[in-house]
């Protein structure tokens, strides 16, 4: 079935609308085929005036979760690693309970708690006190262990970057190669995405990239310019650089069957519900959203200081649509640019 063309106009005004409500810029760019549609509003840098354009890099946040989902899932299709197997088998040290699995973690139900809930209680604080900082997989996950866990493994769904940061440490310890590594020779270099880095813990850009600013919760006081930062406490579930045309490329090829083999790809996009009304769902580090047409699409969202990001394509790949506005700790502004994918997907402005 075909979908609607793209609603360009809409896309903008929901733009627009974020720039209103505190977004110093955002952009969004849609790939169908050979066609792309491109959308830029504001800034890219509010100190320059440099206009925001479609091109730029951007820190994606939690959508790094699905590249290391595609590393790990490859990792499972080569018989390295049992997906119902217990996570400690695969760690150097073991979590504090032996039902956690390698699925429990990429589906968020291990139960493990998620230490940026203290980490960043206080927005700017949080964020100054680690943005130089670098850190080893265990010393976020021990960060985690020292509190409870939320539920028995595999009960619920409870969104928890730990699970990555222990999916990074698996992927690591099994096969003694950086992840870095991993997401260059079974991702970047295969889909040719000269756009998208894993530099951690090197804390600046390269590139034409966007600054990010974060609002402070106070939110009188003047945004924070954050683009500079070690994302360490994030690395495997946070630290990807890509630009909009690179995921796009990267949620079409997944979508495709390029990246993973079918009985990998049914697994990560068997989805569960995790909203009231059904409209979102999470499968192996994989959001769905069914939009106001009725149509699901397939991707991940992203919360770094001072970027949010949507990152979402069709079941069949056909077509991708990826959205910044760089600013963040503004859940208006997150809701409000959530807004292109109807734009973008159903052809209509969801106003
Ligand atoms: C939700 C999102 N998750 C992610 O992208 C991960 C990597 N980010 C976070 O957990 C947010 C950390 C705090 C951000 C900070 N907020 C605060 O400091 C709040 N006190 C900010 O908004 O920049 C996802 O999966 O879509």
Partial sequence: PSLPAPDVAAVAAVHRTALSQGAPGALTRIDEGPRSYHVATGEADTAAHTPMDTGRRFRVGSVSKTFTTVVLLQLAAEGKIDLDAPANRYLPRPLPDERITVRHLLSHRSGLYDYTNDMFYNTVPGFEAVRNKVFSYQELIDLSTAKPLNNTPGAAYSYSNTNFVALGAIIEHVTGTPVATHYQRRILTPLRLRNTSYVHPRT????????????????????????????????????????ARDLNRFFSALLSGKLLPEEQLREMTTMVPVTADGKQSYGLGLRGRTLSCGTTVYGHTGTVQGYY???????????????????SNNGTVNTTLGATLDASFCGTDPA
């Fill in 204 to 243: 600046t850009i390269s590139g034409t990239y966007a600054r990010g600013y974060l609002r402070q919760d106070d939110t009188t006081l003047p945004l924070v310019d954050s683009t500079e930062q070690t994302v360490s406490w994030a690395q495997s579930a946070g630290a990807v650089i890509s630009n």
């Fill in 309 to 327: 990001t949507y990152a979402f394509t069709t079941s069949d790949g056909r077509r991708s649509m990826a959205s910044l506005a760089n600013t």
